[in-house]
């Protein structure tokens, strides 16, 4: 019974690190994208990063640290008469042993989140062009701005054109403003909505912001709703009201007064 235990126990801890070297990144994008700021610049290069990860765990050397430290952990402990080059041979085949228990989850991955949502993930791709901290790089090549924007379903050819014709403006204006990464793209834009030049990318601009990439932000609307409000009252509650009742909720939470 003892050696079952101790059996169970390492590969327990060997399950727990590679489930943080598979899955932690995953973790902080989930969270990442369901938080309630302008999220429509950064699904594309998220899903992108969580793509190069799979294929880096998958190698099972750097990709997976922490997996390595704990199988060379256990074969220190238990072969310490084995050659260096032997031990290095066992903790490569506890490394594969672990990789094979999560390469379905890679697989579900790629197949639902990369090859079924491809055409999403073109638009949030498209998305960045109205990025001001990326438009100096991504505008060079005007063609492939074109096809990025033709992706965007509620652009037409004529909005196309429209964006294409300011394209140069809003490059220089961000050029000549020296704008970086860390600028806050929301306000940015607010100061743009008069600018000269680039009124066709300020209108479209509004649109795509409002593009959110999970329904959490709403799910967190009703869950509130329902916290302040009860099922019966909602039914006999003014719209109005429940609308006022919301907003002095959102805000107290906003200022740390609940």
Known sequence: MSNVMSTAGLTLMLELAMSVDAYDLFVRHCYTLEGDSVLVFRVYD???????????????????????AVALTIV??????????????????????QLAKV??????????????????????????LFDPA??????????????????????DDNEVAALMAELPTYRALVIGEGV????????????????PGVGRWYAGVTMVMICQPSSAAAERVFSMLKAIIGDQQQARTLQETQETSLMVRYNALKRGDL
């Open 46 to 68: 998220c899903i992108m990063e969580l793509q190069q990860h799979v294929v880096l765990v998958r190698q099972g050397g750097a990709g997976t640290p922490n997996t390595r």
């Open 76 to 97: 220190e402990q238990q072969f310490p008469q084995l050659l260096a080059a032997v031990k290095a041979q066992r903790v490569v085949a506890l490394v594969q042993e």
């Open 103 to 128: 390469e379905r989850s890679f697989v579900y991955f790629e197949t639902t989140i990369i090859a079924n949502m491809a055409e999403n993930l073109a638009i949030y791709k498209a998305f960045r």
């Open 134 to 155: 990326r438009i100096d790089i991504l505008g060079a090549n005007a063609d492939e701005v074109e096809a990025q924007l033709k992706l965007i379903p509620f652009f």
């Open 180 to 195: 970086g990464g860390n600028v806050d793209r929301e306000a940015w834009w607010a100061g743009k909505a008069a600018a």
